[in-house]
DNA sequence: CGTACACCCTGGCCGC
DNA sequence: TGCGGCCAGGGTGTAC
């Protein structure tokens, strides 16, 4: 469930298999992602060497000796197999859905897999990524200091729209998804249906520290599956958790005091999960 | 201009 | 065991 958590626990586990090394060999084995990707992105991969690894809401960009990014996305059910040099056991026979291979030295390999091809893959010149069309009209990161309640009160002022809506809004706070917008109105027991513009004033005060708590508390969980993986073996982008909301209809509410039950709404065709006695 | 919704694709799960 | 229906993380294009 790549939402902002997932893609930085992957961003942090292909640092150590990516960063420095050079992009041996390329493999593309299925374009037709959700968006085709470049007819000769392997050949403008081969050889370069990649410099760092960092994430942009749920964009994944690896900068390589060249000036080019290679920016990528999981969609919703992207994952990066890595796989290093073990003794004399041999890499795993590629599957179905191992749409890209990277070949990264040493034998270590990195491979998107997308059972769902949403996710995609593009190249860009780093010097132009401030203006690059997925890149501008993105908000801030929900854990930077830009994003405060100050911040909050002007970005949904007059907005007519459900703040789970506006929170979904990547223009208005980058890298949140269903999943997270969810527990964090619930953390700060602001019903997903209240209009975004009266979120204002505490209720704006509550939500941002729900909103980087929730945030926070998944990336330390992710960091812990990353050290589970021992070395770099393992499957990156998806990792066990327990949500306190989400997907819990008909279960009792766990706010401290309440007694209600957690209810499932379709808010802009997706699932809300929320308690409607503590969250107005 | 802002908001609502269908859609891209595959697989897993549930009920019959 | 098989099959149809429904559901799922995201983002974009099109229609009001």
Redesign the pocket.
Known sequence: ???LPEVETVCRGLRPVLEGRVLTDVQVRRP?L?FPLPDDMADRLRGRRVERIDRR???LRAFLDDGQVLIM?L???GRMNLWAPNGDEPPPALE??DHVVFEAGNGSRVVFHD????GYMTLAVAAELEGH??FAPLGPEPLSDAFNADYLNTALYG????IK?AL???RIVAG????YVCEALFGARISPKRL?ASVVGKRAERLVPKIKAVLDRAIEAGGSTLRDYAQVDGELG?FQHSWTVYGREGEACTSAGCDGIVK?L?Q????TFYCPKCQR
């Open positions: 469930m790549p939402e037709d959700r809401a749920k964009y996305h969609g919703m059910s179905k859905h059972p769902r091809r949403f069309p997925y907005k007519r729209t459900p809506a979904l809004d990547q949140l998804g269903n999943i975004a998806y499932r379709v802009s065709g997706r699932s």
